[in-house]
């Protein structure tokens, strides 16, 4: 009797342990739904490096430890391997391709296969899915990275001819810089890079996007209202949107924040839903130039953007997901450097532009040494160069008084303007900050999510699972 009553025991044990997982099982199978607010956020150069670099100086500038970015709090944690089909380091042609597609293909393609043929992204399958779609971007709106979810090229520089693929995209709102590609030859209020006369803001107009174009224009757009759906068409400067740092000297411009901020607005008015790519793309080009500042302020613009899908997603959490990713890393940005155990941020606090800015038009370097240093010591906090500081900036004022370009080992992209690049170099020694490469680096890149299925992109495996992992979870495939 009492070895019945074991086994009846052990049996009711075994068929409760069976039930339990069934229900918890059909419990976990019910949470897997397509969320209907879908932020996609990639950080372009932004690597682990970036995104330390930006919280450090967060708390060191405000003197308080406990400040954390928003994107390193999410809870779910990744990261990716960045290599396309022919380098092991990615440009950002193939790099926005793997993300929008969830295909590898080779530098410089955006989202088609090596042998030309068109790769279905996954704001297109959003599109198919129901979903009102956005591109955000603080670079050219036609440059690599946004290209690569609404377009499909052989060359990432045919931006007049994604320009024109935007017209069929279907998205509903876009917002960045570079109306350059999309106004006329002879366009009455400021320069075009098109070869024809085509007036594609024209066009866009008459496909009912609101439409906004040049630096006079982002007043209108900051004020524009939504009165259910409508459709917003944004290209409020000639190239780039300026670094933020830059920005906020000027303010002609909006911040990438703003951007989204008026991006949930418009997309929200729409009741299946939105996905909404946002691009912190001016990272990258500030590592490139090996400008600390440029690149810390960025990253912290780019932060105060997710901030704003953060706070959406408070009052929506169980419809949104946030997914922060990047591209590829830039710069090969070393946190200390040499023997030393230190950093020394508060070197940067009081730079007040971008090294690019020493690049272009009145600030350039004219030959005139006196007011040149008394110029950077005012903007970059440069006074008291040690003499190898200033041989430094002298080696390459030489190369510009004698009209010789240096070399791209030694200045990468600013061959013809190598002061520039000596500056920043000055600056980032003085933080104890090291960059290896002028170019993109071929390390893993961090990814953070929270919201609906967050946790599918945990782990470390490729940048093509996110948007696999996307166009399934939305009822889809790629």
Known sequence: MKRNMRRLVVLMLILTLAFTSSIAYAGEAKEVKAPKYIFYFIGDGLGLSQRQVGELFLQEASNDKSKKLMMNTLPVTGLKTTYSSNT???????????????????????????DGKDLKT???????????????????????????????????????????????????????GGYRHFAPKAWEFGKSKRKDERDLLKEFAGLGYNVFAGEKDSANFLKFAPKGKEKVFAALSYSHL?????????????????????????????????F???????????????????????????DDAIKKAYKFYEKNPADTLIIVAADHETGGLGLGMGLDYFLNLEELFDVKASTEAIGYEDKKYDGNREEYFKYI??????ENLTEKERAEIEKAMDLEDKGIEGSKREYGYLTKEPTAIAVAHVISNRANIYW????????PIPLTAVGVNAEDFSGYNDNTMIAKKLAKIIGGEL
Do not use: C, W
């Open 88 to 114: 092991l380091v990615t440009d950002s042609a193939a790099a926005g391709t793997a993300l929008a597609t969830g295909h590898k293909t080779d530098n410089g393609v955006i989202s088609k296969t090596p």
């Open 122 to 176: 996954i704001l297109e399958l959003a599109e198919e899915k129901g979903y009102a779609t956005g591109l955000v971007s603080t670079t050219r709106i036609t440059h690599a990275t946004p290209a690569s979810f609404a377009s499909h090229n052989v060359n990432r520089d045919n931006e007049n001819e994604i320009a024109v693929d935007f017209l069929d995209s279907g998205v509903e709102f876009f917002a960045g």
């Open 242 to 274: 300026p670094y933020d740092i830059d920005r906020l000297s000027t303010l002609d411009t909006p911040s990438l924040s703003q951007l989204t901020e008026k991006g949930i607005e418009v997309l929200s008015q729409y009741e299946d839903g939105f």
């Open 276 to 302: 909404m790519m946002v691009e912190g793309g001016r990272i990258d080009h500030a590592a490139h130039s090996n400008d600390p500042v440029g690149t810390i302020h960025d990253v912290l613009a780019f």
């Open 377 to 382: 010591e005012k903007v970059y906090s440069l």
């Open 436 to 443: 290896t490469t002028f170019a993109h680096s071929g390390v």
